[in-house]
Structures are given as C-alpha cells and as structure tokens.
C-alpha cells in the first residue's frame, strides 16, 4: 500500500467549475498535509497546509482533513485556465519532517 | 525574497561519470532537504539538513550518493559514479525550524540524465 495516494488524473474541467482533488494516506501517526501545484518543468508550489481537522479556505481554494478516515482534499472554485497543472498531496508524521508525496493529479481547465 | 535555487537546471551525463548538484536554500532556513523523481513515480525523500549536520540519510539510495552542507548554506549531491536508475530530477527544498508546521519550499530541480 502506497503511503499517499491521489485519485488518478488526468480531470478536466470547465472553465468556473469546481475542482476536486482527494487524497488519501495509509499512516495515522501524519500530522501536517500539504498541497502544492506544479506547472510543467517548475518547482513544486505550495498552496495549502493544513493540521487540524474541518476546513481550510485560501482564495479560490479550499483544504479539508478528515484524519478519522485519513483523507485530505483539495476544492479549486471558480477553477481558472491558470489553475491547470498537476497537484501534488504531501503528508509528514508527527516529529517527522520529510515530506512523503502522492503520485499527484493533472488538472486541465477547459476554457 | 529569493526562493530556493538550484544549479544546473539541467545535466546529461554518461555512466560511470561523476555529477555534483548544488542548491542554494532560501536565507535562514536551518533545513534543507533533498528529494527526488524518476520517471512515472512520486516526488522521494532523499535526506534532510539541520544547519550543517544530516539529520535523516534515510532515503539515500547508495553509497554513491554523498550530500554536504559546509558551514551551513548551500548544499551539495554528488552522484559517483553514475548509473542508468539515477535519472530523474533531483528537487532540494527548505524550511524554518519548527516542526510543527514545517512547510517546505522547492527548488526548481536539477533534471539529470545519464546516459
């Protein structure tokens, strides 16, 4: 079982639809969850973070934990042709810093 | 506020050559990670700098794979020799301290090719 899992891409979207990517991950012991974007041949980027239980809203953007069923998911509203790239879930255990990452998910928003 | 860099951007090699990455943190940030890609699978833990010293070489594939941090600044992977499996590309990464809430910035990556 892998330790992070991603629902497998590529989604496509309409332009001013919602997004909605999820992630799952096999250790309990994880503590902190991150989101990044990466734009082909970029740097990963990181877009969310998020610790605690419940929601989280940035912009256009919108984390939500569920550590009871060991999920995180990420919603992109109003998805723009911008938003198109692949979204990476990374996760770290607790007094564990290295990150461990999904295999990530290609977003194309259709303008 | 400059963000992490890296150098090169880009490496093609043959086996059996020898090849150093180099990556320049972004300033103050104790921590400094490497990670890494190959082809079709997901972004790997490599190992982890506290200032000067390794804190975590657990993802270290090889003995032929050696990373320094003298004086605490930048950092370097040196790949010797170099083997066909050792294509990828080779993101560093950096944080502040605290562990609570370690969020990482990336490095565009070195993408290495050996041929």
């Known amino acids: 079982q892998k330790e992070v899992e991603q629902n497998s891409g590529p989604l496509s979207v309409p332009e001013g639809a919602i997004a909605s990517l999820n992630c799952t991950y096999s250790?309990?012991?994880?503590?902190?969850f991150f989101w990044y974007r990466q734009y082909s041949g970029k740097s990963p980027e990181l877009i969310m973070s998020i610790y605690s239980n419940g929601d989280k809203e940035d912009g256009r953007f919108t984390a939500q934990l569920n550590k009871a069923s060991q999920y995180v998911s990420l919603l992109i509203r109003d998805s723009q042709p911008s938003d198109s790239a692949t979204y990476l879930c990374a996760v770290n255990r607790f007094r564990d810093y290295k990150l461990s990452f999904g295999a990530g998910t290609t977003v194309t928003v259709r303008a | 506020e400059a963000g992490v860099t890296q150098f090169p951007s880009h490496s093609v090699i043959e086996k059996g050559q020898t090849v150093t990455l180099r990556c320049d943190p972004i300033?103050?940030?104790?921590?400094l990670y490497w990670y890494r890609r190959v082809m079709g699978k997901e972004i790997k833990f490599l190992l982890h700098f506290v200032k000067e010293s390794k804190q975590d070489e657990s993802g270290m594939p090889n003995n032929r794979f050696l990373a320094e941090r003298t004086g605490g600044t930048y950092s370097t992977l040196k790949v010797q020799p170099a083997e066909l499996e050792d294509s990828g590309v080779y993101f560093c990464?950096?944080?502040?301290?605290?562990?609570?809430?370690?969020?990482?910035?990336f490095g565009p990556g070195t993408r290495l090719t050996v041929l």
């Open positions: 990464a950096s944080s502040q301290e605290e562990i609570a809430y370690n969020e990482q910035f």
């Open positions: 300033s103050g940030h104790d921590n």
């Open positions: 250790d309990r012991v994880s503590q902190s």
